[in-house]
Each structure stands twice: as structure tokens, then as C-alpha cells.
């Protein structure tokens, strides 16, 4: 299925780490919302997301180095029809806090694609 999706990324420690272009960025922890898209199909960008979560492929994108951190784990994908700016909006106009620029270097809507919620996020497809 082509579409956008919403990770949500549960981080279990405060830590800090360098996540490619931005530099080093510091993480809460809580939980994180990540608005993303796949033309090629969701069910391969997410498996994509697994292995780089366990290790196993090489970090790229910015949510990559979230996710090979061993403080962060995923615990859902919500599927969704709209575009990831508009689910990224959706993310910001439910009370989380956007990572400036986080996942959104090529995007001229969003002020990131990556946002943080102290508890457990409100649901979002
Ligand atoms: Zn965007």
C-alpha cells in the first residue's frame, strides 16, 4: 500500500546522540510521533524501519538514528490515506512538540516531521 503513516516511538531514557545533518539532538523520555511516507509501499519502508531499529541496516534518514538507539522502541504504525505534511500538522495541532527540522529537510510545510508527547500520544490516521 502507497500512503504516509505515523510511527510512534516509545523512548524509555533521556539520552543524546548526533542524528546525521542536524548535529547532536537530545531526546526525551516519552513518546515520539514520527510523519512519514513510502511511494514504494508502507509495508516495506516500515520493515526497513524494524531492521534499522535491530541493528541491521545502515542509518539514513533521521528517524534511523532515533530508532537504532537502544532507548527507543516502536510500539505502532497507524497507516493513513493522507499526506505526511498533513499528518505532521495533525501531530503539531495535537499538543506535540516539534524537533526543528527533524525528517523534514526537504519539506518547506512542516517545521519537522518529528514530534515529542510527554505520555502517550493521541491517536492520529
Ligand atoms: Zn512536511
Known amino acids: 500500500m502507497k500512503g504516509s503513516y505515523v510511527l ?3 523512548v524509555s531514557q533521556n539520552f543524546s546522540r548526533r542524528v546525521g545533518s542536524l548535529g547532536r539532538v537530545s531526546f526525551r523520555k516519552g513518546y515520539y510521533c514520527y510523519a512519514g511516507s513510502a511511494k514504494r509501499g508502507i509495508e516495506t519502508r ?3 524501519h524494524r531492521r534499522v ?3 541491521e541496516a545502515k ?3 533521521h528517524i534511523d538514528y532515533l530508532l537504532a538507539s537502544k532507548a527507543a522502541k516502536i510500539i ?3 497507516k ?3 499526506g505526511e505534511c498533513t ?5 503539531l495541532g495535537k499538543g506535540g512538540l516539534p524537533l ?5 529537510s526537504d519539506c518547506s510545510r512542516c517545521l519537522s516531521h518529528l514530534y515529542f508527547y510527554p505520555s502517550y500520544p493521541p491517536a492520529i490516521q
Open 8 to 10: 510512534v516511538v516509545k
Open 59 to 61: 542509518l539514513h534518514w
Open 87 to 91: 499528518l505532521s500538522q495533525m501531530l
Open 53 to 55: 531499529a535491530r541493528g
Open 46 to 48: 516500515v520493515a526497513r
Open 76 to 78: 505502532k504504525v497507524s
Open 100 to 104: 526543528r527540522d527533524f525528517g523534514s
Open 80 to 82: 493513513s490515506k493522507k
